[in-house]
């Protein structure tokens, strides 16, 4: 056999035009591809190109390129959305090990809290506690909305330039040298206790923040008491701040009352006393639960045909915003609309407990509430049954029977 | 037609494509600088085109194309390759040498594009004495709805990290509500929210309510993974249930699962690192960690697994260790890590990394090819050469026959040699 040089090799390529259609080569096709090769015709057997198992791919190479993207697009499809079925985890998976970042606390469980007791400033609403704050308050007004909160944390005693630069830091601000931090602290009285106060201000996500901070260090604990808004409320609310300060009392979670009337000024009430000291009659079939964060009593009623209700008791040394604040707070918690003075009116009615006690009654579809707000001496008791509508019409005798009786 | 067959067929392009291969590798090399491994091997090597997307203008963001991609180089290099292989192929003995090596480099070129598209990675990382059914994508994340199925089994809805994009309002016959994203950060850490300091929550619902996330830049080297978040609002019937932070912090800080009801029914939620079931699973007896003697060196790491497939009702204990990777099931378990549990530091940790590679052998047949042909190649121009110079061997002769015998035998030992490491032997 003649030996082939690639440069041939393109020669025979070339020559055979009929690689790109479907016709056979024809006879002086052939002849010719034979003639340019100088190959006797016996040795240009292998030259049919088109009759070549390889030769047939190529007449598409398209073919092999829509081969490829088809692979690809199977392949790289990875957006969807996949559903199969596994056999149920029996133990909670294992925490992976933690990556280098570092590490965060763990959400910790609830340890029983400390209760507060204080005097509600006019304009300032109960906002209710929070898994960090004891007590949270938002202070509306035309200027716009400002925020009070109460929190306990670890005992920073000794580490005031830490809690300063803690709060300057969330506000974009140079941390402090110790030396400067004298100017920054002013003495405050916060429930009988000496205290300290600080203002700062500066940018938090682009908004100019004012942050008034109070803090006293108790037995294994600082308390932080803070005040944060725009700049015109604050101006205004300050002096209130510092007063409220001074009605806060706290009851340290398991002391005993006797802790409280420690703390506490001779003018100002315990928050709360122990269950057992109550004289009323609770009625027949209610049954006594652990009160909850402010709550001196929790009771479930009998449940009737599956409805259920309960029952709380509080009690504060003051009206805690007033009745109107607290229907509209007790509306929200049933999804109804608030209502002003003249529709508190038509909803409360007067009830033969105390001078000034009323009863409200409130109902949104399956759930109903009713309400008793009853000041006895100094102190303001708030009575609420609340549950399924069925369970709390049928309590409600018995419920404003409990009400009327002395605590 | 034609002109494409002649560009493909055409040397030059060969040559172009070769050039632009070293580039791409230079450009993608410098670029782990600033992208980190993972990311410049997306941006350059698992794209068609190199696309510049910083450029804005006028408001635009443009999106300009600056340098073919590692796909796209190596598929035109593939068919390229291929068009000439056939356009040039003729069966010869004195050309096998010629024709085995293109094969094979084709083979391998086919091979790559096969493993990058159906190779997949995952660890699976357990105490001592744990089970898994599973293993866990070592970056990619998925958004999972578990509903009770009965019978002891669980139905999974899981949708990939890379369809929560900011929002996006994602719906799925089997998932009665819509996922609206409302938020989607690619790595973020967790602390317990602090009133004193912290806005109100953008969770509504869950142990998100709870904490507050603080997004962090993208991790982008290989030691470490992103931990993503995403605060979803599901929506039923136009109405909101809420809004939900999931993350896999959560699970990893032992928060309680999330559970959301609706219309009597209770899924629970989570973003979790990518899974993958196995039809079996492995529990880990037994780990090894042995240093060299006053030193950190690591001497010897080992596993002891015990396989159990319920299927095949097979049950074996097997060890992993360094060179020694468990083959089952299509899979390979490689020892990947070792350590010990925070919580109890008597017991030992274990990550197994786990690939699916069904083209594992294609680059080592290739490289068998290549190399075949290469001698093939070689030899043929060599005894041409020799034969030239000291005039030709007689055919037949003794020492033809034995040259012959101990060329075979030599070539025939190696090989053996290289599949038997090959296969771990």
Request: charged share 20%.
């Amino acid at each position: 056999m003649t030996e082939r040089t690639p440069s041939m090799r393109r020669v025979a390529a070339k020559g055979t035009r009929v690689e790109c259609s479907t016709r056979r080569p024809k006879e002086t096709d052939r002849n010719r591809i034979v003639s340019t090769l100088e190959m006797p015709i016996g040795e240009g057997a292998d030259v049919q190109l088109p009759l070549h198992p390889f030769r047939m791919i190529h007449r598409t190479p398209l073919t092999i390129l829509a081969a490829a993207a088809a692979l690809c697009a199977g392949g790289c499809d990875r957006e969807e959305i996949r559903v199969y079925s596994v056999a149920k985890e029996t133990a909670p998976a294992p925490a992976p090990a933690a990556p280098a970042a570092s590490s965060a606390p763990a959400p910790a469980a609830d340890a029983p809290r400390p209760q507060l007791a204080y005097t509600l400033p006019a304009g300032w609403q109960d906002a209710g506690s929070t898994a960090m704050s004891l007590a949270n308050f938002r202070i509306k007004t035309d200027a716009g909305e400002a925020s009070v909160n109460i929190t306990p944390l670890a005992s920073m005693a000794g580490q005031e330039v830490l809690v300063v630069n803690m709060w300057r830091e969330q506000v974009g601000q140079k941390p402090l040298a110790e030396s400067e931090l004298a100017g920054t602290l002013t003495p405050v009285e916060i429930g009988g206790e000496k205290g300290q106060l600080f203002e700062i201000s500066g940018l938090r996500e682009g908004q100019t923040v004012r942050i008034i901070t109070a803090f006293a260090h108790r037995a294994g604990a600082s308390w932080f008491y803070k005040l944060q808004g725009p700049d015109a409320i604050l101006t205004a609310q300050k002096p209130v701040f510092v007063e409220f300060l001074k009605t806060v009392r706290i009851k340290e979670a398991g002391a005993p009352a006797a802790e409280v009337a420690k703390v506490a000024a001779p003018a100002a009430p315990a928050a709360a006393e122990p269950e057992s000291e109550f004289k009323w009659k609770v009625p027949a079939g209610w049954q006594t639960l652990p009160a909850g964060q402010m709550q001196v009593a929790k009771f479930a009623v009998p449940a009737r045909d599956g409805a259920k209700a309960e029952v709380f008791v509080s009690v504060f040394p003051s009206d805690t915003g007033g009745a109107l604040a607290n229907v509209n707070r007790w509306r929200k918690q049933l999804g109804l609309e608030a209502v002003d003075e003249a529709g508190l009116k038509a909803l409360a009615t007067p009830l033969d407990a105390a001078p000034g006690a009323l009863l409200v009654d409130l109902k949104n579809d399956a759930r109903a509430m009713l309400g008793a707000i009853v000041p006895r001496g100094e102190r303001w008791w708030f009575y609420k049954l609340m549950g399924d509508a069925a369970a709390v019409t049928a309590e409600r005798e018995a419920f404003v029977r409990f009400v009327q009786s002395a605590p | 037609m034609k002109l494409l067959w002649k560009f493909f067929t055409s040397l030059r392009l060969t040559v172009a494509l070769l050039a632009l291969s070293v580039l791409l590798i230079f450009f993608g090399t410098l670029s782990q600088v600033d992208e980190g491994l993972w990311k410049a091997q997306k941006i350059w090597f698992e794209s068609w085109i190199v696309i510049w997307q910083h450029l804005q203008l006028f408001g635009w963001k443009f999106t300009i194309p600056i340098f073919p991609g590692g796909y796209l180089i190596g598929t035109v290099l593939f068919l390229g390759l291929t068009a000439a292989f056939i356009k040039r192929f003729t069966w010869r003995w004195d050309k096998l040498g010629v024709n085995l090596t293109h094969g094979g480099v084709i083979l391998l070129l086919l091979g790559q594009l096969l493993t990058q598209e159906l190779a997949l990675e995952s660890y699976i990382e357990f105490k001592e004495g744990e089970t898994k059914g599973y293993a866990e994508h070592h970056r990619d994340n998925e958004l999972a709805f578990i509903r009770d199925a009965g019978d002891g089994r669980e139905e999974v809805v899981v949708i990939p990290e890379s369809m929560l994009k900011t929002g996006a309002e994602i719906r799925h016959e089997k998932l009665p509500f819509t996922v609206r994203v409302k938020e989607h950060g690619l790595n973020c850490q967790i602390r317990r929210r602090g009133p004193l300091v912290d806005g109100p929550a953008t969770a509504t619902q869950g142990a998100g309510t709870q904490v507050t996330v603080e997004p962090r830049a993208e991790a982008k080297d290989m030691d470490s993974r992103n931990l993503p978040y995403a605060y979803i609002e599901l929506l039923a019937g136009g109405n909101s249930l809420g809004t939900w932070l999931v993350t896999p912090w959560l699970p990893m800080l032992g928060s309680a699962a999330q559970v959301i009801e609706v219309g009597g029914q209770k899924l629970r939620t989570e973003l979790r690192f990518e899974r993958y079931y196995q039809p079996f699973e492995m529990t880990l007896l037994k780990t090894s960690h042995e240093q060299y003697r006053g030193t950190d060196i690591p001497k010897n790491f080992r596993s002891r697994v015990r396989v159990v497939d319920g299927k095949t009702r097979e049950a074996r204990e097997v060890d992993i260790y360094m060179n020694h990777p468990l083959r089952y099931a299509g899979l390979t378990f490689y020892q990947a890590r070792m350590g010990k549990d925070p919580d109890d530091p008597q017991r030992g940790t274990s990550a197994l990394q786990v690939v699916r590679n069904p083209s594992w052998l294609a680059p080592y047949v290739g490289c068998y090819v290549v190399g075949i042909g290469m001698y093939l190649q070689f030899r043929l121009h060599l005894v041409k050469f020799l034969g030239k110079r000291l005039g030709g061997v007689r055919q037949g002769g003794l020492g033809a026959i034995s040259a012959r015998v101990l060329e075979v035998g030599v070539l025939g030992y190696l090989v053996f040699k290289f599949t038997l490491n090959l296969f771990g032997y």
